[in-house]
């Protein structure tokens, strides 16, 4: 069944992801203003796991919309620390 899942980012921004973890077939989509955004993902690319989901979204996103200026640890590392504070998981 599909789920909207809304997700507050560090900088206030909140995100909306439309998604069906249990379908390996299903989208992942961004909810938009306007629309909904295809983001050419499916469940099974993120192996049903709502972190690798909120993860592979921000990494689709592109580095413009996480990267702080100045900051220069790897992409990897940046959407980790990202993905354990929005779910909660930081020490």
Not at 41 to 48: E, I, K, N, Y
């Given at each position: 069944m599909r789920?909207?899942?809304r997700y507050r980012l560090p900088?206030?921004?909140t995100l909306w992801i439309n998604a069906?973890?249990?379908?390996a077939s299903a989208p992942i989509v961004v909810r938009g203003e306007d629309e909904d955004i295809p983001t050419g993902?499916?469940?099974?690319?993120?192996?049903?796991s709502e972190r690798e989901m909120l993860r592979a979204v921000l990494q689709w996103c592109g580095p413009?919309?996480?990267?702080?200026d100045g900051d220069?640890?790897?992409?990897g590392?940046?959407?980790d620390e990202i993905v354990d504070y929005v779910l909660g998981e930081a020490n």
């Open positions: 789920h909207t899942y900088w206030g921004e069906d973890l249990a379908e993902l499916q469940t099974a690319d993120v192996r049903h413009a919309g996480y990267r702080a220069d640890r790897d992409d590392e940046i959407l």
